[in-house]
């Protein structure tokens, strides 16, 4: 496997006091730190750039982790965004595996974990998230993922196990129940909510991710409370190594117990600088926190967009990557807001779903098609029938249309939308 550390044990020139040379810091290489370094470069920034990360690695893709990783034989490459020479040749100094445990926006200095302390002149928060735990007796028996140290992790467990209990009907838990039950394992999933994928979709695009996962024989229990976990006594008797016990009595033996129940901002950088947060990091339309010289982007954000007049906050791939450039850009003097429509997709028991706009939030839903598991189409209008988010399995065509729907902000013709032989592109405003 292609793992190359960086960093451990790599020695920082000092900062060099006194000298022109401005200083951008950006703390958290992943997919929003990697992508705001080179933008920064692409848009003629000539001055010092720093990209630090707790992890070992420079920053890679995530998305396999819960899918190729856990599936694919042999284990897959890890997919790096960019080549270990594109940081060289952009003189992008990387310092990985040395959390940054102080920022002062005041004196304009961050402090690592490891004692150094280095000034900036505009620093970056791109510190996303980490897996949240269960709290609950014996959740630490539950494997979470969020590295790729969880996911091979769990694809070393995955390898043995007979029955699997994935806690959390979430785009991530669900993805792991998927990639287990290809693997041939026995799977439950249990839910506290009522429907799968939370605030991701509507309830027509739950149901139909529901029914994907009950024909694959998947056994998905929605309002369920799960109490404890307990080693189990006599593993031969008990069914598994695991019982997930729930609060009405029912128990499920597991040889492979997982937590896939949200992720958690990493906010304690934000706090102690004392940045306004809610929920996350709160920034306006060009990565501007409430303090000077601090920006941030990726999953960490609150950012205001302009389309839906407010703050959102995204846990998405192509999200991280394109805040992450805009904010890289706005950090050297653009001034364009990041307005992009948010977009997701998530592969699941053979089927590529995807989500724009915000489903969640529409008045009402007009389903085009709906023919599970192999197609599903969904347009979700918001009150004056304008289009808010479009979900499609199987067809990223509907997907680039509902993008442009979303963006035009005009209301629908709802007749034609309902005629599934109308394509979407021909509703779009010319
Ligand atoms: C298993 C999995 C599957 C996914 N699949 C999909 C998918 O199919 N489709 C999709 O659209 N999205 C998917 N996503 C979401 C997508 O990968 C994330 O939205 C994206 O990785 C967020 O990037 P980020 O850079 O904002 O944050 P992160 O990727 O979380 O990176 C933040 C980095 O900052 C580091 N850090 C944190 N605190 C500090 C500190 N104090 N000092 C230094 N470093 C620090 C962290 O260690 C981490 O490396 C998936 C995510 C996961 C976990």
Known sequence: MDLHPWGVGFTLPPREHGSM?????????????????????QAGFAGRILLIGE???????????????LTAEPTPEVQYFHPAAKYTEQDIELLLGVPVAELDPVAHRVRLADGRALDYDRVLLTTGGR???LAIPGGEHALTLRTLEDALAIRARLAAARRVVCIGAGVIGLEIAASARTRGAEVTVLETLAGAMGRAVSPEGARFVE?????????????????????????????GRFVVQCRDGEAFPADLVIAGIGMQRNLALAEQAGLAIEGGIVVDALGR???????????????????FGRHLRLESWRHAQNHGIAVGKAMCGDTAPYDDVPWFWTDQLG????????????????????????????VHLAADDSVIGVTAANAPREIRAGQALIKSG????????????????????R
């Open 21 to 41: 040379r401005p200083t951008h810091i950006i703390i958290g290489a992943g997919q929003a730190g990697g992508w705001a370094a080179v933008a920064m470069r």
């Open 131 to 133: 897996a949240r735990r």
């Open 351 to 378: 089927v590529n779903l995807q989500v724009a706009g915000l489903p969640a939030e529409a008045a009402r839903t007009i389903v085009r098609v709906n023919d599970p598991p192999k197609a599903f189409i969904a």
């Open 410 to 429: 005009k209301p629908v013709d709802v007749a034609r939308l309902a005629d599934a032989s109308v394509p979407l592109q021909q509703l779009i405003p």
């Open 211 to 239: 029914r994907l996962h009950r024909d694959a024989g998947v056994d998905v229990r929605f309002a369920v409370a799960v109490e404890r976990i307990e080693a189990a006594h006599r593993i031969e008797t008990d069914g």
């Open 55 to 69: 992890e070992p690695w420079r920053p890679y893709e995530r998305p396999p982790l819960s899918k190729a990783m």
């Open 289 to 307: 926190t409430s303090a000077s010289d601090v920006f941030a982007a990726g999953d960490v954000a609150a950012f205001f967009h302009p389309l």
